[in-house]
């Protein structure tokens, strides 16, 4: 093409950012507009806060419109009003009907943060760390009606460290989306490269994550516990009661480590003391690196164990040993 594509951004999460950054400075590309969810209350104190993508807006002094439902009759005159060639959406968090996907001349194009079709749906960053996948990626997909089902046009991937939490990962993602952008939407826009349907056999699904998901399920393998504290390490945590005889401690897990050679009953503290904070699960254990008592700082399990000054043998853990296993 000739000319630059116009393009109409419509994103949320901390992912799309550095998309946003490569289209507001891109020389290949023009950003004609950009729309995100509204503030939301957030913390103690429910304050208002934007989104990521409306945060870096602010700060850079590019206008982005807080959209309570991108299918109004508003948001589509005023998307249409800037003649985009295609709309790009990366973690927007509102699902587009059909007058938004017919608008512009070249569709709605998604960057989903998967490598299709495995991982359709909303959590699909914390699906791939759950399930010990050893990569994951992005697939740009020309949008349509059903959910993540439209057709892809192209696919990178992004190697899952044995460490990586989804913080990291959404980081990774979202530089990957940032490099390859360009060119993809350029390929896109005059033809070059073509979609392919996505191969139903290989379709997979994530759900929402919920907060009752970080509740620690100590029956469940210790190998899946750790990946989903990495997983849910910024929401919703994973957590779990301790009893210390007088009273009942919500703990969160913030880094830990699988023992695989340990064989006891699920849910059973094996060790605490100055040196070590170990729960056994239902194949092998975890020691407990990092945690975060209700209302006090991060600290080390070893460091927790040490300022309670209870003996080992007065604690012991409410047990649930019920979990959902969605993700």
Request: glycine share 8%.
């Amino acid at each position: 093409m000739e000319k630059k594509p116009r393009i109409y951004f419509l994103g949320s999460g901390a992912i799309s950012v550095p998309v946003l950054e490569k289209l507001a400075g891109s020389e290949k590309l023009l950003l004609v507009g950009a729309g995100t969810q509204p503030d939301k209350p957030a913390g103690r104190k429910r304050h208002l806060h934007p989104t990521p993508a409306a945060s870096w807006a602010d700060a850079h002094n590019l206008g982005i419109a807080r959209w309570d439902s991108i299918n109004t009759p508003e948001a589509l005159d005023a998307i249409r009003a800037t003649r985009p060639d295609m709309i790009l959406v990366i973690s927007f968090g509102q699902i587009l009907r059909r007058p938004v996907l017919e608008l512009p001349p070249l569709g709605c194009i998604n960057i989903h943060a998967s490598l299709l079709p495995k991982y359709r749906g909303a959590s699909p960053i914390a699906s791939s760390i759950i399930e010990g996948e050893q990569y994951t990626g992005i697939s740009y997909m020309r949008m349509e009606a059903g959910l993540d089902t439209g057709p892809v046009y192209c696919a990178f991937q992004e190697r899952i460290g044995a460490k990586t939490t989804a913080e990291e990962l959404e980081r990774n993602l979202g530089a990957l989306a940032a490099r390859t952008l360009e060119d993809v939407l350029i390929g896109i826009a005059d033809g070059t490269l073509e979609s392919e349907k996505q191969d139903p056999a290989r379709v997979s699904f994530t759900g929402k994550i919920k907060k009752a998901d970080g509740q620690v399920n100590w029956n469940e393998p210790a190998c899946r516990i750790e990946r989903r504290i990495r997983a849910y390490h910024q929401w919703p945590g994973m957590s779990f009661q301790l009893e210390t005889g007088t009273k009942s401690m919500h703990i969160k897990i913030s880094e830990a480590e699988v023992l695989h050679e340990i064989f006891a009953s699920p849910g059973k503290i094996l060790e605490a003391d100055n040196k070590d904070f170990i729960i056994s699960c239902r194949h092998g254990a975890l020691r407990l690196l990092r945690v975060i008592p209700e209302g006090k700082r991060e600290m080390s399990g070893a460091d927790f164990i040490r300022g309670l000054h209870v003996n080992e043998k007065h604690l012991s853990l409410s047990l649930t040993l019920a979990h959902n296993t969605e993700h």
